[in-house]
C-alpha cells in the first residue's frame, strides 16, 4: 500500500495476505465531491426512481497480522534486522502516520521537505501556504493484485499488540484497517503528485471491473436472457 509521506514512497508490504477482505458499497446519498443537491436534482431523483446524484461509495476493511519472529526467520539481512531491533513497530508507524497530515510536522526536517515539494508542485507561493495551511492527510494506493490498484483514503486503523521483546517492542500485532476509494471528483481535488497518479490507478481499475462485467455474459447469462419477454 504505498503513498508518499515523504519525498521517498511509504511503501507498506502485507506479511500476510489478509484471511477475509470485506468490500463494502453504499449507494450515494449526497452529490459526489461533496457539492449541495439542488431542487433541480431532488426533482430529478423523485421523478426517476433510479437517478442518482453520484457514484457509490465503496470501502474495503480487513485485518493484518505482523510477527517479528517470522520475519527474523525469514534471513533477509535488512528485514531479520530491523525486527530484531524494532519488533514490527516499523510498520505499524509506517500505517500510523497515514493518519497525520505532513503538515503536522512542519517544525521538522521532514515537514519542511514535504511542505517544500508540495509547494512547487502545486504551484503555490511559500507566503501563501504560511497564511492558509493545508492539513492534508497522506493519499495512498491500495494494491490487492493486478486488478486492483485503487486510490483510497485510511478512515480506520485499529492495532492490537500482542507480544513484545525486553525492550518493549511490539512483537506481535494485529491492525484493522478500513480504506474508503476515491471518486474521481474528489481526485480532481487532491494536490501534488498523487493526483495524477491516483487517477490513472481509479480508471485502470474501473475499466478492468468493467471488462470483467462484460466477460460474465457467457452461455448461462445469455440462456437466462432468452427467457426474458420480449417488450417488442
Known amino acids: 500500500m504505498p503513498t508518499f509521506v515523504t519525498p521517498i514512497p511509504n511503501v507498506i508490504v502485507f506479511q500476510y495476505n489478509p484471511e477475509t477482505i470485506a468490500h463494502n458499497w453504499t449507494a450515494p446519498e449526497s452529490s459526489a465531491g461533496g457539492a449541495k443537491t439542488t431542487s433541480a436534482d431532488k426533482c430529478k431523483t423523485s421523478e426517476d426512481p433510479f437517478a442518482v446524484p453520484g457514484l457509490p461509495g465503496e470501502t474495503f476493511s480487513f485485518t493484518l497480522s505482523l510477527d517479528a519472529h517470522d520475519m527474523i526467520a525469514d534471513g533477509n539481512p535488512v528485514t531479520s534486522g530491523l525486527a530484531t531491533a524494532s519488533g514490527v513497530y516499523p510498520r505499524l508507524a509506517a500505517l500510523e502516520m497515514l493518519q497525520y497530515p505532513a503538515s503536522a510536522f512542519s517544525g ?46 485510511v478512515t480506520g486503523l485499529n492495532i492490537t499488540e500482542k507480544l513484545y521483546d525486553k525492550l518493549l517492542n511490539p512483537t506481535q500485532a494485529e491492525a484493522q484497517i478500513t480504506l474508503r476509494v ?51
Not at 114 to 131: C, E, K, L, M
Not at 198 to 216: D, E, H, K
Open 108 to 153: 521538522g526536517l521532514l515537514g519542511k521537505v514535504s511542505s517544500a515539494i508540495t509547494s512547487a508542485v502545486s504551484g503555490a507561493p511559500s507566503n501563501a501556504s504560511a497564511q492558509t495551511p493545508r492539513n492534508d492527510v497522506p493519499m495512498a494506493l491500495f494494491v490487492w493484485g493486478p486488478q486492483r490498484i485503487v486510490p483510497v483514503r
Open 182 to 232: 476515491l471518486t474521481p471528483d474528489e481526485l480532481s481535488k487532491v494536490q501534488g503528485v498523487m493526483k495524477s497518479i491516483g487517477q490513472a490507478a481509479y480508471v485502470y481499475s474501473q475499466g478492468l471491473r468493467q471488462a470483467q462485467a462484460i466477460m460474465n455474459l457467457g452461455d448461462d447469462a445469455a440462456s437466462i436472457i432468452g427467457m426474458l419477454p420480449n417488450p417488442f
